[in-house]
């Protein structure tokens, strides 16, 4: 199947702990992203990379550092952990939009971080 | 910077249609997006429009925009208890190269049977 596909879909974890997400696409895309999902179900871009290099950066703390080894994956390591960073964490990839362009985000299933 | 407003709940009975509203504040806009968001899952695409057009049609779905108020609607025709999800609109501005895509509060809808 041809998807974006995250693990893990559930992680609980203590505060303090470090935990990384992975995510995998095989839609052929060169770029790729990491929104959260509050509890109210807001959404928001963390970042986004296009062929491994990082083209969108927002205003998100140090202690979140994704790494993308390739084109298709987009990992994110999360260093000492608190209360506040639980969510839902969606992967998605998109070909890349310059300027005008219209490829539209594919997204995963999601990752429920539970932060205890 | 950008925002994307809508409506926080909308409830509608089983085959009436549904509206739902969305206004967006970034005048950059290139084209706007409807995803659909059931429990669980991640958000699929439903439709989108470029920003020059006013309106476009795909099955029970229609799409009107309102460039010069900024308003963008997602009308769902004979709406089906399957409809039942939270649906967030979405724009895509020039900011990040034209890359990002800023969602809207989502809107969650219930049908009634």
């Known amino acids: 199947d041809t998807a974006v596909s995250q693990t893990p879909k559930y992680l609980v974890t203590q505060m303090g702990n470090d935990k990384s997400i992975k995510c995998e696409q095989n839609l052929g895309h060169d770029t790729m992203y990491w929104y959260k999902q509050d509890s109210k179900k807001f959404l928001k871009i963390m970042f986004s990379y296009n062929n491994k290099e990082l083209i969108i950066n927002e205003t998100v703390p140090n202690r979140f550092s994704p790494k993308s080894p390739d084109k298709a994956h987009l990992n994110l390591h999360i260093n000492s952990l608190e209360l506040g960073d639980s969510a839902v964490y969606f992967c998605?990839?998109?070909?890349?939009?310059?300027?005008?362009?219209?490829?539209?985000?594919?997204f995963g299933n999601g990752t429920r971080l539970t932060v205890t | 910077g950008e925002d994307v407003e809508q409506s926080l709940f909308l409830s509608v009975r089983e085959g009436d249609s549904s509206v739902i509203n969305c206004t967006y504040t970034?005048?950059?806009?290139?084209?706007l997006y409807w995803y659909k968001q059931e429990p669980g899952a991640g958000l699929q695409l439903l439709t989108y429009?470029?920003?020059?057009?006013d309106m476009k049609q795909d099955q029970r779905l229609t799409v009107l925009l309102n460039k010069k108020d900024k308003h963008l609607s997602l009308r769902i025709a004979d709406t089906q208890t399957g409809d039942s999800a939270i649906y967030f609109c979405?724009?895509?501005?020039?900011?990040?190269?034209?890359?990002?895509?800023?969602f809207g509060t989502g809107t969650q809808l219930k049908v009634e049977l």
């Open positions: 979405a724009e895509r501005g020039l900011t990040g190269g034209g890359n990002k895509l800023t």
């Open positions: 429009i470029f920003s020059n057009m």
């Open positions: 998605a990839s998109s070909h890349l939009n310059l300027g005008g362009g219209n490829s539209p985000l594919h």
């Open positions: 970034d005048s950059s806009s290139t084209y």
